[in-house]
């Protein structure tokens, strides 16, 4: 068994699961949620709408200094392992975001050391989570949980045998815990 697959077994009970022909990550449902239908989706940026709602939410949630280091990423049409924002929607709406992308910032150092090979593996193998916001009335019902596990999800999907999150706050600090890191 691979690691997205032990990593998608460990997350079986709170996703609906996936079907083996799939390629997409699962739909997760939510029982906090107050929407008629009670689902949350996660989807890739794949449009340049998409990715301002997504960027706006961690620039209003987290703070415009934690985002301003990092450039915004583009629209990730074809899903590509690259800095990503991932939104989750209930029904229409976005209540939650994260921001994901190789550790390209390690890689770098590493170049700088004249490791150019351990560089191109860093880069590969490991992504950082660099936010994850929550709107402030869906706080406190587990979706920044969930959020990060879709996360690890979608990292194993890419390869990356290591997902890194270094936390900004006490709230990230908690979630980190909670999820293991």
Not at 74 to 98: E, H, Q, S, V
Request: net charge negative.
């Amino acid at each position: 068994m691979g690691l997205f697959e032990g990593l998608q077994n460990l997350f079986r009970g709170i996703s609906k699961g996936r079907s083996d022909d799939s390629d997409t990550l699962p739909v997760v449902s939510s029982v906090g949620l107050d929407e008629s239908d009670g689902t949350l989706r996660f989807t890739v940026a794949d449009g340049q709408m998409q990715v301002d709602m997504i960027w706006n939410l961690l620039t209003e949630q987290i703070g415009e200094c934690r985002n301003q280091q990092l450039p915004k990423p583009l629209p990730n049409p074809d899903d590509l392992f690259r800095p990503t924002l991932i939104g989750a929607w209930a029904k229409d709406r976005l209540i939650g975001g994260a921001f994901v992308m190789p550790d390209s910032q390690d890689a770098q150092a590493l170049v700088s050391l004249g490791a150019d090979k351990a560089a191109q593996a860093f880069e590969r193998s490991r992504c950082m989570i660099q936010g994850i916001a929550v709107i402030p009335k869906h706080r406190r019902e587990g979706l920044g949980l969930k959020i990060k596990r879709y996360c690890d999800l979608w990292a194993a999907q890419h390869d990356a045998c290591l997902v890194l999150s270094i936390p900004t706050n006490d709230a990230a600090r908690h979630m980190n815990e909670k999820v293991g890191y």
